[in-house]
């Protein structure tokens, strides 16, 4: 039988059972559209970015040992007990994973007291994340980074001051002499453990970010290595 997990606790766990295989949500690209009196068609403005899609498991879940009002508020206290996005998979598509955050329900139905039902709703973010993505890999300056998916922002670590540059952007680091140094091109956050460095880098051009093809990674710093966090639609 499929399951979901959220938050790290499995469907599972709840005596939930997924009836359905979900639909493939494609988030739609975000674009403005302007129109110019006199002129034909509207001028389009793209942002790059896409809008966040929905998720939806249509549940049922067992009741008999318990009781319908008992299952059902475990199920929403672990549904609607968390703040912000949350890490959302599934057994369908078990190599990517979301973040999600619990959007609605439609309200339990009760059979007899012995069963519910209900289709949950996730609001997720655009990205279906790489397992794959998460795997951390040390690099040699000069090496050629190939990104089959969509334009990415991975995590550095570096160690040693210099300069970080990918595909032409650069970062230069200070003060950070036989110490590791994150960087988060995403928050476009530099930090050592829980301590902000962001006044150690200066960034030239776009904070650096993996495009879709060929990226050369360059480093002078003592040793460079990176979780790519690859991600499709």
Known sequence: MNSFTF??????????KVEKCPNYGVPNRVVETISVMGRNGDLVLDTGAYNNVEQIYSIYFNAKSTSFQTEAHKVAMWLNGSR????LTDTYDPTVYRMALMSSYTEYKNFLNYMGRA??????KPQRFLLTGETETTLTSGTTVTNN????Y???????????????NSIVISNNSNQNMTIDCET??????????NADIVV???????ASGNNTVTF????????PRWWTL
Request: proline residues 5%; glycine residues 10%.
């Open 204 to 210: 030239s051009g776009e904070f650096p970010f993996l």
């Open 188 to 197: 476009q956050n530099a930090y050592t453990g829980t301590t902000n460095r």
């Open 154 to 168: 991975p995590i550095f670590t570096v160690r040693g001051n210099g300069t970080l540059t990918v595909a032409g």
């Open 7 to 16: 938050n790290g606790k499995s469907s599972t766990s709840f005596n939930i």
């Open 84 to 87: 912000g996005y949350c890490r």
């Open 149 to 152: 998916y969509m334009p990415c």
């Open 119 to 124: 289709d949950v709703i996730f609001n997720c």
């Open 220 to 227: 002078s710093n003592t040793s460079c290595k990176m979780i």
